[in-house]
């Protein structure tokens, strides 16, 4: 039976009382790594990036939910209490979507691993809120790689256990490797991160205790006297700034000259150098394009193609993971049938309005939004018969050359629609 110490005087009573008693340090021993980890994100700062924003591109997509009504048919729900439930899952103040998904899924990407506790509404027997469990705090135990119970201690110490088949619970979590714990990345990036500390110490010492020289005056013959060594010195220093000739020149004695010394150069310490490939290693690990993060340069064209790799080859495995872990944990809960979420990662690629409207209008073939739809855009009030969609007169229904039908094009003063118009054929003026 374990027991809780709250203060140190609680425990210092136990000791006298059992000399050879032996307390639970209060975070097991096995989960002394997660500090690592903690550690390698607040004085890391190549793991920071990289994790931050793998993190804030996750959460920052909202989850959308669907009923499925056919292989191919789908409706969008507005009024469920899924909907309501993923729209503040922590039902904590200051507490948004965004920020409980931005600490799961940095759980994940520093512990390989996240937990959140279900909370149910007696009244109505639905989840009612998530509880996030610190990854740094939490330790997964079980056999042959199944979770049977999660062990986590709250703010006070207190020990707590929750078991998958009881508890209503969001986990999630890699390899297993040796343990249910996961295999964390900062464990892969240890050795290099362990160098990147030592480096900055170096060069942090290295920059505290040079020899701080400018120039050193050289004399070929000593001084014929002490007085008149003094009488220099004093003069000298009247150069130094906030002297009564700063900024002057001064003159030397004969026998004297002056010598630049610069004992050490910045760049010899090579700390961009060394940073960058800190960044390239630790954005590498995570599956990122070190161009993403602007760690490596990138021209107007790759990144394009970076971009467009971002919410595919990059993330999404991650999005995969968590829609698949919502899905198979969370939305069972609310006893639905054919009811799903989905990242809504369109809204990622969507692109500009003008890219849009142009890859719509080849897709449909034709224009695709109603005046008073365009005036909504620019904060216009509707204007009568503005509902109709308009068709240009050189469109007809499958026989246009081209499904630009959308696309304006400006010729000379006049704006007219191409409507992929052929030779000879009439074209709306809409200028």
């Known amino acids: 039976m374990s027991e809780d110490f709250p203060t140190l005087a609680d425990l210092g009573r136990r000791h006298a009382e059992q000399p050879f008693y032996v307390a639970d340090p209060g975070t097991p021993l096995t989960s002394w790594a997660a500090g690592q980890s903690r550690d390698a994100f607040r004085k890391q700062p190549s793991v920071r990036k990289v994790t931050g924003f793998i993190a804030r591109q996750l959460a920052s997509t909202s989850l959308h939910s669907y009923r499925r009504r056919g292989d191919d048919d789908r409706a969008r729900l507005s009024n469920h209490p899924l909907v309501s439930f993923l729209a503040d899952p922590a039902k904590s103040p200051g507490v948004s979507a965004m920020d409980f998904w931005e600490g799961m899924h940095l759980d994940r990407l520093l512990y390989d691993r996240s937990a959140a506790l279900i909370e149910p509404d007696p009244s109505t027997l639905l989840p009612k809120r998530a509880i996030r469990l610190p990854a740094s705090r939490t330790t997964f135990h079980g056999t042959d790689g199944v979770i049977e119970y999660v062990e986590t201690y709250d703010d006070h110490g207190t020990r707590k256990i929750y078991e998958p088949d009881k508890h209503w619970m969001l986990l999630n979590r890699g390899y297993p490797g040796a343990s249910v714990m996961g295999v964390s990345a900062v464990d892969t990036l240890r050795a290099i991160l362990d160098g990147a500390d030592e480096a900055v110490e170096y060069r942090a010492d290295l920059m505290k205790n040079r020899a701080v020289l400018s120039a050193v005056i050289e004399k070929e013959k000593p001084w014929s006297s002490e007085d008149a060594q003094q009488r220099f010195q004093r003069s000298f220093a009247e150069y130094r700034r906030g002297g009564s000739r700063a900024g002057g020149v001064p003159v030397l004695e004969d026998g004297t000259t002056w010598k630049d010394v610069q004992a050490h150069k910045p760049i010899d310490v090579q700390d961009m150098e060394a940073r960058t490939l800190s960044e390239v290693e630790v954005a590498t690990a995570y599956w990122i394009y070190p161009e993403l993060l602007g760690t490596r340069p990138g021209t107007y064209a790759n990144m394009r193609a970076f971009r467009a790799m971002l919410y595919s080859v990059c993330l999404g495995p991650y999005f995969e993971s968590w829609k698949q872990s919502v899905n198979t944990q ?70 246009q050359a081209s499904p630009q039908s959308g696309k304006a094009v400006t010729h000379g003063d006049e704006t007219v629609h191409t409507g992929g118009a052929r030779e000879g054929d009439a074209v709306q003026s809409i200028g």
């Not at 809204?347 to 109603?370: C, H, N, R, W």
């Not at 503005?386 to 229904?397: F, K, R, S, Y």
């Open 330 to 399: 969370l939305v069972p809960l609310f006893t639905p049938q054919n009811i799903y979420v989905e990242p809504n990662v369109q809204s990622k690629l969507s692109g500009s309005f003008e890219e849009q409207a142009d890859y719509m209008s080849t897709m449909v073939g034709g224009p695709i939004m109603t005046r008073n739809e365009g005036r909504a855009r620019l904060n216009l009030s509707p204007i009568d018969g503005g509902d109709e969609l308009i068709v240009p007169l050189n469109v007809t229904e499958g026989g």
